[in-house]
């Protein structure tokens, strides 16, 4: 695997930053535009989940970059949470929604087989570069 120096290039960045703002077009306009909570809450997820992968990498040690990832992970069940809301209130298509929601199901299993590959990893990260075990 080549080794990734900063976080914009990681995949699950750049799906969670395309997911991020598809989510964000949504929110625009119609009807999802004015239930504010509902919108506020989209937005909220989508970008937590891009930047706790950013920052769980910023961090430099596998651990953290790992629950930086577990928490990304939950964001985006929350986000599909919210797709089912939208759904169910007719804020938008069933052929939107599934698109939506194979994007954000895609990127939870790319993050738990990110997080599995480095709970396999003997990687501490340049944190602990120097550090004697």
């Known amino acids: 695997m080549a080794t990734i120096k900063r976080f ?8 969670a930053r395309e997911l991020s703002t ?3 077009q949504l929110t625009f ?8 909570r509902l919108r ?11 930047d706790n992968i950013a920052e769980g990498f910023e961090r430099s040690s596998r651990l ?8 990304a992970k939950g964001e985006t069940g929350e986000l599909k949470s919210q797709l ?14 599934e ?3 194979t994007d954000a199901d895609l990127l939870t299993k790319k993050i738990t087989n ?4 480095l709970n396999s990893s003997k990687i501490r990260g340049q944190k602990f570069k120097n550090r004697e075990t």
């Open 8 to 15: 914009e290039d990681l995949e699950i960045w750049q799906l």
């Open 22 to 24: 598809k989510m964000y």
């Open 29 to 36: 306009s119609g009807p999802i535009s004015t239930d504010y």
């Open 40 to 50: 506020d809450q989209i937005r909220g997820s989508c970008g937590s989940v891009m």
């Open 64 to 71: 953290e970059f790992i629950n930086g990832l577990s928490i």
């Open 84 to 97: 089912y809301r939208c759904l169910d209130n007719t804020y938008l298509s069933k052929e939107k929604f």
């Open 99 to 101: 698109e939506l929601y």
């Open 114 to 117: 990110f997080i599995a590959y």
